[in-house]
Nanobody
Framework: QVQLVESGGGLARPGESLLLSCVAS????????MAWHRQAPGKERESVAY???????YYDDSVKGRFAISRDDDKNMAYLQMNNLKSEDTAVYYC?????????WGQGTQVTVSS
C-alpha cells in the first residue's frame, strides 16, 4: 500500500500563490506518475496536472501557465506550485500516485481563493 499525505492548502487571495506538497510512504514513487486532481463543491473531480517518472508534464488548460508540477523522488514527494490563483481554483486538491499495479489517492487539502 501507498499512503499519500497532502499539505499546503489554505486561504489565499486572488493573485496570490500557494505550494501544495504530497509526501508518499510505503513505496518509492520513482516509477509512478504523480498527479494532482481537484474537486470543487458540486462538481466532479478533475485532473489538474501530472508528471511522469521521466519528467513529462501535462496541465489542464485552466491552469496552464499558472501552475507547475514537480517531483523529488529522493524525498518521495510531489509538488504543485500554484501562482496567480483565481476564485475558480477553490477546491479540495488531491494527490494521486499511478503505478502499473494500481492508483493511490491522498485525503486532500482544501484550497480557498477569496478576497
Amino acid at each position: 500500500q501507498v499512503q499519500l499525505v497532502e499539505s499546503g492548502g489554505g486561504l489565499a487571495r486572488p493573485g496570490e500563490s500557494l505550494l501544495l506538497s504530497c509526501v508518499a510512504s510505503g513505496s518509492t514513487i520513482s516509477v509512478a506518475t504523480m498527479a494532482w486532481h481537484r474537486q470543487a463543491p458540486g462538481k466532479e473531480r478533475e485532473s489538474v496536472a501530472y508528471i511522469t517518472s521521466g519528467g513529462t508534464t501535462y496541465y489542464d488548460d485552466s491552469v496552464k501557465g499558472r501552475f507547475a508540477i514537480s517531483r523529488d523522488d529522493d524525498k518521495n514527494m510531489a509538488y504543485l506550485q500554484m501562482n496567480n490563483l483565481k476564485s475558480e481554483d477553490t477546491a479540495v486538491y488531491y494527490c494521486k500516485a499511478v503505478f502499473t499495479r494500481g492508483s493511490f489517492w491522498g485525503q486532500g487539502t482544501q484550497v480557498t481563493v477569496s478576497s
